[in-house]
């Protein structure tokens, strides 16, 4: 499975860097190989300075290893070997109009003493950030994101969408990163599902990517904008960063098992503001999206 998932995300990387070439139309993708000292390693590409991306990151890896103490006690297990491999992306475009997106789909083996597996699961999701409020947009991307969970089980989006909205919760300003999307974790064999069917759902997931953001990034990207806009983007870019350093378990999973810093910190945006109890004008464009930040919505 291992083999199969990493040939995938493989592929996938490459797919998604070329549709998103497509949309800007004058950058590329830079691409960076590395290795990690303790095993494994992977091949991060950074698109910047484009016509549509400021700046973006489509990174696939796979470690393996021991697994690192402060690791063993997240897991409650003792010492042992592991494996992981994902793919992770994070666009951040020029334009306030065109929101940010994030995806993550990612595999796990957990290994005895004899290398036999003794526990494996899937991981992933896609979450959209905007700084403008374009229901359309909201209700493009999660249909999108529903109609590929419908394909395995009714029962996945609804309740993926739930933890998404739940995990993306930037707890310490008491309001969502963004509008969500699909979040899932610790996707493991069941009676119900093996591990060939979790695959074939989280692949959905990963091919309907492209599907889900490329069709509102090419709505947005050629709507003017003022100053004052694109600071309130760059303001709101700062929540983003905030989640990702105080509360994201991708980053924290990243720094503890010394991956690559650039290809961790890829995430973050060139350009971002910190203003001191900054508060929207009431009955603005920015106080409405903040108003759609205060609870999940249910756009479909």
């Known amino acids: 499975m291992k083999n199969k998932f990493y040939q995938y995300i493989q592929n996938l990387q490459d797919q998604i860097c070329k549709g998103l070439e497509t949309v ?86 957990m290994y005895d003493d004899n290398g036999n597996v003794i526990n494996s699961w899937f991981g992933g999701g896609q979450d959209l950030t905007p700084y403008y409020l374009f229901e359309e947009d909201a209700i493009h991307f999660h249909q999108t994101c529903k109609t590929a969970c419908d394909k395995h089980n009714l029962e996945f989006y609804p309740k993926y969408k739930e933890q998404c909205d739940e995990y993306f919760w930037n707890a310490h300003r008491n309001e969502a990163r963004g509008i969500g999307g699909l979040f899932f974790d610790y996707c493991k064999k069941t009676e119900d599902m093996s591990m060939e069917n979790w695959f074939s759902f989280v692949s959905e997931v990963g091919n309907s990517f492209i599907e889900a953001y490329a069709p509102i990034l090419e709505r947005r990207k050629n709507l003017s904008f003022t100053p004052e806009q694109r600071t309130w983007q760059e303001i709101r870019r700062g929540r983003y960063v905030e989640f990702n350093l105080v509360h994201d378990k991708g980053t924290l999973f990243g720094l503890k098992t010394n991956g690559r810093i650039e290809s961790i910190l890829m995430s973050l945006p060139p350009h971002v503001q910190w203003h001191y109890d900054y508060h929207p004008e009431v009955g603005s464009e920015e106080e409405k999206l903040i108003k759609v930040l205060e609870k999940p919505i249910d756009w479909i």
């Open 24 to 109: 800007d139309g004058v950058a590329k993708f830079r691409e960076d190989i590395w290795e990690r000292p303790e095993g494994g390693g992977g091949r991060t590409r950074v698109i910047e300075n484009g016509n549509v991306i400021e700046k973006g990151g489509v990174n696939i890896s796979a470690v393996h290893g021991k697994l690192p103490d402060s690791m063993q006690k997240l897991f409650n297990v003792g010492e042992a070997d592991f494996f992981a491999c994902g793919l992770s992306l994070v666009i951040h475009p020029k334009s306030p109009m065109a929101p940010t997106v994030h995806a993550n789909w990612r595999y796990f083996e």
